[in-house]
C-alpha cells in the first residue's frame, strides 16, 4: 500500500457544515444587495463571508446572514462600519480624508490617491510570471484569463507543464492564446515543481519573477500590488500576498480554512533576519510565516549566486513541500528582507475531498520538518538553535493544538495526529528525496 493511501485514510468524520458564500464589496463604490443565491442551482447560502475592500486594499472579512433574504446594502453598511470602522478610519486618514462621519458615506473616486496601495508610476520593470501546471487545463486557463487582465503595463506570463502526460495542456494553449506574444509555453519533463519553476527562470526575461498556480485567480490589481512592495535600493528581495478561499463549499475547504490557511492578515509587514513581527517561536524558521509560494515575487538582482529552487524539496518530489519556504529562509538569512503586502490578492481553490485534506496536512508537516533538516545538516548553528526552539515549539504546538502565531485552530485530533506524523516523517523523507536526486545524476552520466 502507498504511503498516501494510508495516510488519506477512508471517510470523514460528521462535522456540521453550511456552505458559505463568498463575496467582495468595494466601499467607494455604491454596495450590492447581499444575496445567499447560488450560483450553481443548489440549495441557497445562508452565509456570506465577504471581504471588504477600499480602493482595491482588502479592510478584513465580515460575515452576513443571508439566511433570511438579500441584506439590503444600508444593512450591509452598518454591520461593516461596526465590525472594520477602526481599520476603514485608519485607511482614510492615511489617504488624509478624515473622518466621515458614524456611518461611512464615501465621497471619493475609487482612483483617487491611496497611500496603502503604493503606487509606483515611475517604475514599471518587467515582471515574468511564471506559472506551473500539471495536466488541469481548465483550471490553467482560468488562471489566465485572469493574469491576462492584470492592471500591470509589462509582463510577460510562461506557463511550464510539468512532466506532461498528454498534449492537452499544450493544446489549450495553442487554441486559445497562440496570437499572445507576452505569453510563452514551456514543457519540463522533471516531474516537481521546484523543476518546473527553474525552468521558468531560465527562461524567464524580467528582472522581477512572479509566481502563482493553476488553481490560483490573481486580482487585477495583484502584479501591481506585488511590484509596490519592493524598494529601490533592492534590500527586499522576495515579496507576498494576501491569498484567501475562492468558495468554502465542502467540509475540507472549511477545516483548511480554520487550519490558517495563506492569510496572513490586512496589514503590511516587513520581515527581517533580526526583526519577528509575527511574534512566532521558531523566526525565521516559522512555516508559512512569510506568505505562499504561489503569491510571491523574487527580485533576481538580490540573487547574486542565481535564483533557482531545491529540487530536493517541493510538491512532486520525496520531500513533497516547502521550496518556497526554502527561498523565503535564503532571503532572510542572507541579509535581505521580505515584505507582506495584503493588495496583492490571489484567490485559491482549497481542496474539497476530505481525503486530499488529510494528504495535505500530512505533507506540510513533512515538508517542514524536511525544510529543517536540510538547513541543520548545513549549518552547525541552525541546528543548534533549532534544538533549543524544539522544547517550546512541541509545548505550544504539538501539544496543544496551536499554531505558532498562538492562534488555536479547532481541527479534528485525526488532522493534527496526521500533521504531527508528517512533522515525524519529513526526515526520513528529506533523506529519500537527496537519495533519489543522487540516483537520477548516476543514471545521466551513464
Known amino acids: ?69 438579500p441584506v439590503a446594502p444600508a444593512e450591509s453598511e452598518q454591520q461593516i462600519w461596526a465590525e472594520l470602522g477602526p481599520a476603514i478610519l485608519t485607511h482614510l486618514t492615511a489617504d488624509g480624508f478624515g473622518q466621515t462621519g458614524a456611518v461611512y458615506r464615501p465621497t471619493f473616486p475609487i482612483d483617487a490617491t491611496c497611500e496603502l496601495r503604493g503606487e509606483r508610476p515611475d517604475w514599471n520593470p518587467l515582471v515574468s510570471v511564471v506559472i506551473c501546471t500539471l495536466s488541469r ?25 510539468n512532466g506532461p502526460e498528454d498534449t492537452s495542456t499544450a493544446s489549450m494553449i495553442r487554441e486559445h492564446y497562440s496570437d499572445l506574444p507576452n505569453l510563452r509555453y514551456e514543457a519540463e519533463p522533471l516531474r516537481g515543481l521546484s523543476a518546473a519553476r527553474n525552468r521558468g527562470i531560465e527562461v524567464a526575461k524580467g528582472e522581477i519573477l512572479a509566481f502563482t498556480d493553476d488553481d490560483i485567480i490573481v486580482d487585477r490589481y495583484w502584479l501591481s500590488s506585488l511590484v509596490s512592495g519592493f524598494d529601490v535600493e533592492g534590500t527586499i528581495a522576495c515579496v507576498t500576498g494576501l491569498t484567501l478561499a475562492s468558495e468554502l463549499e465542502s467540509p475540507a475547504q472549511s477545516l483548511f480554512e480554520q487550519y490558517g490557511a495563506f492569510n496572513k492578515g490586512y496589514e503590511s509587514r516587513l520581515f527581517k533576519r533580526d526583526a519577528n513581527p509575527a511574534s512566532t517561536i521558531l523566526y525565521p524558521y516559522t512555516a508559512g510565516v512569510f506568505g505562499g509560494g504561489g503569491n510571491s515575487a523574487l527580485r533576481l538582482d538580490c540573487f547574486p549566486d542565481g535564483l533557482r529552487f531545491d529540487r530536493r524539496l517541493g510538491p512532486g518530489s520525496m520531500a513533497f ?14 541579509g535581505k528582507y521580505i515584505r507582506y503586502v495584503p ?104
Open 1 to 69: 500500500m502507498s504511503l498516501r493511501a494510508l495516510v488519506s485514510g477512508v471517510g470523514e468524520p460528521n462535522l456540521p457544515f453550511f456552505a458559505v458564500r463568498t463575496f467582495e464589496v468595494e466601499l467607494s463604490e455604491p454596495l450590492p444587495a447581499i444575496t445567499g443565491e447560488s450560483a450553481t442551482g443548489l440549495a441557497p447560502y445562508v452565509s456570506a463571508r465577504v471581504l471588504v475592500r477600499l480602493h482595491h486594499h482588502p479592510i478584513g472579512f465580515v460575515e452576513v446572514d443571508v439566511s433570511g433574504g
Open 137 to 161: 487545463p481548465r483550471q490553467l486557463q482560468n488562471a489566465l484569463d485572469a493574469l491576462l487582465a492584470l492592471a500591470y503595463p509589462n509582463f510577460e506570463i510562461i506557463v511550464v507543464d
Open 321 to 334: 513541500g516547502a521550496e518556497d519556504l526554502d527561498i523565503f529562509l535564503q532571503t532572510i538569512l542572507g
Open 343 to 446: 493588495g496583492a490578492i490571489a484567490w485559491h481553490e482549497h481542496r474539497r475531498s476530505y481525503e486530499d485534506l488529510r494528504w495535505q496536512l500530512f505533507t506540510y508537516g513533512a515538508g517542514f520538518t524536511a525544510l529543517l533538516t536540510k538547513w541543520s545538516l548545513g549549518d552547525f548553528r541552525i541546528a543548534l538553535d533549532l534544538l533549543r526552539l524544539a522544547p517550546r515549539v512541541i509545548s505550544s504546538r504539538l501539544l496543544a493544538g496551536k499554531h505558532e502565531e498562538g492562534e488555536s485552530h479547532r481541527l479534528p485530533k485525526e488532522l493534527r495526529r496526521l500533521e504531527l506524523l508528517g512533522f515525524l516523517y519529513g526526515p526520513i523523507a528529506y533523506t529519500r528525496s537527496v537519495l533519489r536526486l543522487r540516483r537520477l545524476a548516476t543514471v545521466g552520466k551513464t
